[in-house]
Nanobody, 124 residues
Framework: QVQLVESGGGLVQAGGSLRLSCAFS????????MGWFRQAPGKEREFVAR????????SYAGSVKDRFTISRGNAKNTMFLQMNSLKPEDTAVYYC?????????????????WGKGTLVTVSS
């Protein structure tokens, strides 16, 4: 069974940076496309970024493009999200997700596995 464990969340001032990690175990990491979602208080879950399993191609939500960078280290079975120029509206619980497919639905529906989340709080 796959396990996803997020880490790296915390409290940061606006304009600061954080690096989230998602540790993957239980299956072959390189067989999964990976991504990040977030959910702010009182809001629906939203797509943040994804990285494909085969080509390492990436895509981002418009709200985070040019500020966030997703990457993966297949040798370490870990995915990362470097978050720069953070804004108060980035405050949310961030979840990593995995799907055994080249297709990564931005809705989040159909993901094979989810982590439990890590809280990011950006103060103004």
């Amino acid at each position: 069974q796959v396990q996803l464990v997020e880490s790296g969340g915390g409290l940061v001032q606006a304009g600061g940076s954080l690096r989230l990690s998602c540790a993957f175990s239980g299956r072959t990491f390189s067989s999964y496309s990976m991504g990040w979602f977030r959910q702010a208080p009182g809001k629906e879950r939203e797509f943040v970024a994804r990285i494909s399993r085969s080509t390492d191609s990436t895509s981002y939500a418009g709200s985070v493009k040019d500020r966030f960078t997703i990457s993966r280290g297949n040798a370490k079975n870990t995915m990362f999200l470097q978050m720069n120029s953070l804004k108060p509206e980035d405050t949310a619980v961030y979840y990593c997700a995995a799907v055994n497919s080249d297709y990564f639905p931005h809705s989040g529906n159909g993901m094979d596995y989810w982590g439990k989340g890590t809280l990011v709080t950006v103060s103004s």
